[in-house]
């Protein structure tokens, strides 16, 4: 089971776009603060063609990514954990809603590390998703050791970003061999347009150029202040290091 050939296969891209384009007016309140509408569609078009029965979500939020997962996953086991579900009562209510929840969704407030997710079955095409800017390589590690194969990371922005990136680690060559040695696939999913992206649009990215069709103009945030594109990635695990003890990362 592999990803998606983006590039490759623009005509199944483009029919999952339509299919979710069609959805997302069903999303009862504009996401913010969190994945844009085209980032939520990779998300979809990944799942689309992995299809999970198990999702473990780490970094909820208004719950956008959870919808999303829910539609392109009709049947999966969902897991969802964000602090605001041990700490929410201590917050505003009005800086943390509207937010969509489901009651077909497991909610917790701990953190993936100390979850126990080790002790889970995880049935083939398991995936986390990590959209809790927390330090992505030991994300990798911890999603790794506890037996998942596939990881799917937000916000792995090449310059400037609120917590390192992939990007960012891959600048040091020790760090880059050891993802090498751990990942057996390593994908930026591309924007589905052009488009300028970054913290102030300050990088330009090629995309896959979609057919300029009304139908998905909702995916459209290429003309945003800040446009959606946040460098969704989508890692594989070698299967020799699932559910293992993996090498040390590399320390200064
Ligand atoms: C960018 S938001 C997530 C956006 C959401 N996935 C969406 O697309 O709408 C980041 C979230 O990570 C959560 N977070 C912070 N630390 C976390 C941790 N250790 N584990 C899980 N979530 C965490 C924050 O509370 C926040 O809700």
């Not at 997302?24 to 996401?31: A, G, H, K, S, V």
């Not at 080790?118 to 506890?146: C, I, T, Y």
């Not at 992206?197 to 290429?222: H, I, K, Q, S």
Request: proline share 9%; net charge negative.
């Amino acid at each position: 089971m592999r990803g998606l050939h983006w590039q490759a296969e623009t005509g199944r891209v483009t029919a999952w776009a339509r299919e979710f384009a069609a959805l997302l007016p069903e999303f009862p309140f504009p996401n913010s603060n969190g994945m844009a509408p085209d980032t939520g569609f990779q998300l979809y078009a990944l799942l689309r063609a992995l299809g999970p029965e198990l999702v473990v979500e780490s970094g909820v939020w208004r719950g956008f990514s959870t919808w999303v997962i829910r539609q392109a996953a009709p049947a999966a086991r969902i897991i969802a954990i964000d602090p605001i579900f041990a700490l929410g009562h201590c917050l505003d209510r009005t800086r943390i809603e509207p937010a969509w929840r489901a009651p077909d969704v497991t909610y917790g407030g701990g953190d993936f590390s100390c979850a126990g997710f080790e002790f889970m079955a995880k049935p083939p095409g398991s995936l986390v998703l990590f959209d809790d800017h927390q330090n992505k390589l030991h994300r990798l590690r911890q999603g790794a050791e506890a037996g998942f194969r596939h990881m799917v990371f937000d916000d792995n922005l090449p310059g400037r970003a609120t917590h390192n990136t992939f990007f960012h680690y891959r600048r040091e060559p020790r760090l880059d061999a050891w993802m090498a040695l751990v990942l057996e696939e390593y994908e930026v999913i591309p924007p589905l347009w052009d488009t300028m992206a970054g913290m102030e649009n300050e990088v330009f990215v090629p995309g896959l150029n979609l057919p300029r069709e009304p139908d998905l103009a909702l995916l459209d945030t290429t003309r945003a202040p800040r446009s959606g594109y946040s460098w969704l990635t989508y890692c594989r695990v070698r299967p020799e290091f699932v559910g293992q003890t993996l090498p040390p990362l590399p320390r200064d």
